[in-house]
């Protein structure tokens, strides 16, 4: 007889679609990256990413407000520093008055329950543009670990739930999770950027924080001295694995589209929640589709996110965030 089973009877009608689909996406899988910048007033687009902006603090809390409105309950804070600010060391980073401190509070005194993570490295402070400290033509890896734990150690003091170190360092979350606990923030997270590739998807976003490595004949121009290769797998579990050990809670694939195997691979290894960051040049490749007529911008942007979700991310950091949960 033909077919007994038909497997377009579990798709012939809206409601038994529903009632089988296996990834259903919620506000609740969101974590929206801010940027925030100095001065007043200030919303400005950035021009590689149509329709996200840099907010200045006073306008950060109305922000918030609307993203919690929005059931979005996370935030991972970035910010953009004055040019004059910056030095090797990044020791602006640790500043209890510098701009990601203050923003910490600005967020909490807008909606004390917005869960609050900040981005932990030393890009946006850096003369050079690189996450760790330069000597002599390379990224150090201990000094700049040293550094990144005070600079932890501040956003904790300042009120953040969660760290966020994206730097790559090696040793880097023990570390961070010794000098936590030392000073009694036992209850405050690590989200570990844990398998953090070299991409070229990060163009806009360092366009955002005007923090891409500068063009200088003795300073690497690119970050392949710390981020991984994208070429490799198994390298993604070795460094996920040793994160988890070291103490990070949450650990991270990124990018997101072009990495959903090691999404996948990951999710079938180890059993601690796992982010995936779509970055920004993903954002700006469907923006820009969009905007000339070539893609239908909510579609693809739904079926991407569910991807991303179907992969085995438990929590998507998304431009798109604000965009899909007025769709739902
Ligand atoms: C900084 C950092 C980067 C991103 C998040 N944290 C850029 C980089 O590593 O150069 C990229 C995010 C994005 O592209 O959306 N360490």
Redesign the pocket.
């Known amino acids: 007889m033909f077919p007994i089973i038909r497997h377009r009877r579990l798709r012939t009608h809206n409601a038994i679609r529903a009632l089988v689909r296996e990834t259903v996406i919620t506000p609740n899988d969101f974590l929206v ?1 801010l940027f925030v910048v100095e001065g007043k007033g200030v919303k400005e687009e950035i021009p590689s990413m149509p329709n996200y902006f840099r907010y200045s603090l006073d306008l950060l809390g109305d922000e918030v407000k609307e993203l919690w409105r929005l059931g979005l309950k996370s935030v991972l804070l970035f910010v953009k520093v004055p040019e004059r600010l910056k030095d090797n060391k990044g020791s602006e980073a640790i500043n209890p008055d510098g701009l990601m401190q203050r923003a910490i509070k600005t967020v909490k005194n807008a909606c004390p329950d917005m869960l609050v993570m900040t ?1 932990v ?1 030393l ?1 946006p402070y850096s003369t050079y543009g690189h ?1 760790g400290i330069v000597e002599n033509g390379q990224i150090v890896n201990d000094a700049t670990v040293d550094a990144l734990c005070d600079m932890s150690l501040s956003h904790a003091e300042a009120g953040a739930n969660f760290l966020a170190p ?2 790559m360092m090696d040793g880097r979350i023990l570390s961070i999770r010794e000098t936590l606990e030392d000073n009694g923030f036992t209850d405050t997270g690590i989200m570990s950027y844990s398998a953090k590739y070299a991409s070229a ?2 163009g ?3 366009d955002a924080l005007d923090s891409a490595p500068v063009d200088s004949i003795d300073i690497p121009k690119d ?1 392949k001295t710390y ?1 991984m290769d994208y070429a490799n797998r198994f390298e993604a579990l070795r460094e996920t694995e040793m994160d988890i050990d070291e103490g990070a809670d949450i650990v991270m694939v990124k990018p997101g589209l072009c990495y959903l195997d090691i999404v996948r691979d990951l999710k079938n290894e180890i059993d601690v929640p796992i982010a995936v ?1 779509q ?3 993903e954002y700006a490749m469907l923006k820009a589709a969009a905007e000339k007529g070539w893609l239908d911008h909510d579609a693809v942007m739904m079926e991407q996110i569910t991807a991303i979700k179907r992969a085995g991310g438990d929590i998507i950091a998304s431009y798109f965030a604000k965009d899909v949960v007025k769709l739902l």
Do not use: E, L
């Open positions: 990256p981005d490295a890009d996450d994206s730097d998807f990060y806009p976003f360092r970050k981020q960051y970055v920004s040049g």
